[in-house]
């Protein structure tokens, strides 16, 4: 089914923080305690971080959405959303500015701080449009590169990235729960 790739709206909230709760936990790494899990998506990804993000001038949430259904008779969409199937959150100005030991070398870049997407599209035609979204509102942020972060054992979304030109620059560290996760560092430039 085709995804429609949106900005995300205050409606969206409840939905993103429901699919951040499907999504988190698959780029744990092995052994990460479900506590641990549970404590950062409590702290982190609700649907009021969500609607906070939102409204920020320097952040953009986007949304891959099932794309509403044609009825046959009337050529119509269907007025009933489809169900999200990933989402992205980049953070740009001085909140997304990477710290130097990052390794990130562009002066303006915008930090895509979350790239989920449902393991049903794992593979599938949701990660790239999504990406091209992110890099389109990273350029409206006047950034001129894209940095993230991704766990070290990750190696789907590693694959994913190196395919698709990002660059290794840096590592960095992540605090989940009680577990402190080495993640690399990438980059691409806009």
């Not at 900005?7 to 506590?35: I, S, V």
């Not at 969409?77 to 990052?102: D, K």
């Not at 303006?108 to 790239?115: C, E, P």
Request: negative net charge.
């Amino acid at each position: 089914m085709t995804a429609v790739i949106r900005r995300a709206t205050p409606l969206d909230a409840p939905d993103l923080a429901h699919l951040a709760a499907l999504t988190f936990p698959l780029a744990c790494p092995p052994g990460t305690t479900d506590e641990d899990i549970a404590a950062f998506i409590a702290g982190n990804l609700t649907a009021a971080h969500f609607a906070q993000h939102i409204s920020q001038p320097d952040t953009r949430v986007i949304v891959a959405q099932d794309a509403p259904l044609i009825h046959d008779d009337s050529r119509t969409p269907s007025t009933t959303p489809g169900r999200l199937r990933g989402y992205v959150l980049l953070i740009g100005g001085q909140l997304g500015a990477p710290a130097p030991e990052f390794g990130v070398r562009a002066a303006r870049s915008a930090y895509l701080s979350k790239f989920y997407v449902h393991s049903s599209d794992h593979g599938g035609s949701v990660s790239r449009p999504l990406l091209a979204a992110a890099c389109e509102a990273g350029r409206e942020l006047g950034a001129v590169s894209l940095w993230l972060a991704v766990n070290q054992l990750n190696a789907r979304a590693i694959r994913f990235y190196e395919k698709s030109g990002l660059e290794r620059v840096g590592v960095k560290t992540m605090q989940v729960g009680a577990e402190l996760h080495s993640d690399f560092v990438y980059e691409f430039a806009l």
